[in-house]
């Protein structure tokens, strides 16, 4: 079994996943952020969830997250994502980001279309994937 975090999972993109997730059967969600729902029931904020998770939204630091999962999913707006994605590899955890902080390779190409990418470094070892196709 993977235990699985979800970092900014109250939004749109986090609430999808877990809604995935929480039908795998090789995946637990062991830990969701929200700022805004900390120390609230997943299921409170989104009654879709009733009977299917325990799950409490925390205000955890990417540090704490790290300690709980194998792997990291960033649900987290552009230009957000790349300030976090560094913490959880820097810990040895697995990231999927699902923003477009990671999509383009070249800086450059990057900046032109979403402004200054704060760790250029990691462009280059990034894979962007599209699983539908």
Do not use: C
Request: charged share 15%.
């Amino acid at each position: 079994m993977i235990s699985v975090g979800i970092y900014g999972g109250s939004g749109y993109t986090g609430q999808e996943l877990l809604r995935l997730l929480t039908n795998h059967p090789d995946a637990k969600v062991v830990a969701a952020t929200s700022r805004r729902f900390a120390g609230v029931p997943v299921a409170e904020v989104y009654p879709v969830f009733s009977g299917l998770t325990e799950l409490v939204y925390t205000d955890d630091s990417p540090e704490a997250v790290a300690g709980l999962a194998d792997i990291v999913f960033l649900a987290l707006p552009h230009g957000v994502s790349m300030d976090f994605a560094t913490i959880f590899l820097k810990a040895g955890r697995k990231v999927i980001d699902l923003s477009a902080d990671f999509r383009i390779h070249a800086a450059a190409t990057y900046e032109a279309w979403y402004g200054q990418h704060t760790t250029p470094e990691t462009l280059q070892v990034a894979v962007y994937g599209l699983p539908e196709l």
